[in-house]
């Protein structure tokens, strides 16, 4: 009659040979690989830092859908380095974008370009949202619909930069004013 044991082993090291499979799979699936597929409107995207970058993590990056005018990008920067970082610009393809903020001017809440740019302190995070801190797409050279994804390139204080995708999303909330000038290239 055989053991126990022996009927056993067969069947521990099949799910040992499986766990070991489904961790290699998931592995394959890192950071720093691009995905073709269209991500779900319900879904959060995350875009990690790049290796090579290594600047910030990128989290829930969207940008607002709009056909034409202004629209603005938006997403969570985290930075799990020991220094802080600054973003003092930004750039897209589909239009002239700067950072701005919404600030209280003449007891009315007014968005305008945020002197100095955003800091993302050492071991912490910034949010960019309807509302507060946010990254101004301006001039739109073409309609910026539900789905699209753009390529955002942050530069930092450093002279680095970093890219991310974005994916863009229908949204109704935070209908801020812009001021005059907002959308006209600045004088040379």
């Not at 720093?32 to 989290?59: D, E, F, I, K, N």
């Not at 699209?148 to 930069?161: E, I, K, P, S």
Request: glycine share 10%.
């Amino acid at each position: 009659m055989p053991s126990t044991t022996s009927r056993r082993f067969p069947r521990t090291a099949a799910l040992i040979g499986a766990a070991v499979l489904a961790a290699s799979v998931a592995a394959c699936g890192s950071a720093g690989t691009t995905s073709t597929a269209a991500p779900s409107a319900s879904a959060p995207t995350s875009t990690p830092a790049s290796a090579a970058a290594g600047v910030l993590t990128v989290r829930d990056p969207w940008v607002k859908a709009a056909d034409k005018g202004m629209t603005a990008a938006f997403a969570t920067l985290v930075n799990d380095g020991d220094t802080d970082v600054t973003i003092t610009g930004v750039t897209t393809d589909v239009s002239r974008a700067e950072i701005h903020e919404m600030a209280m001017t003449d007891g009315k809440m007014a968005m305008r370009q945020k002197q100095g740019g955003v800091v993302v302190a050492a071991g912490a995070q910034a949010a960019l949202e309807p509302g507060g801190d946010h990254l101004m797409l301006m001039d739109l050279t073409r309609p910026v619909r539900p789905g699209d994804q753009l390529d955002v390139t942050l530069t930092f204080a450093d002279g680095r930069t970093q890219t991310f995708t974005a994916v863009a999303k229908p949204f109704t909330g935070a209908q801020e004013t812009y001021a005059p000038g907002h959308g006209a290239s600045p004088a040379s």
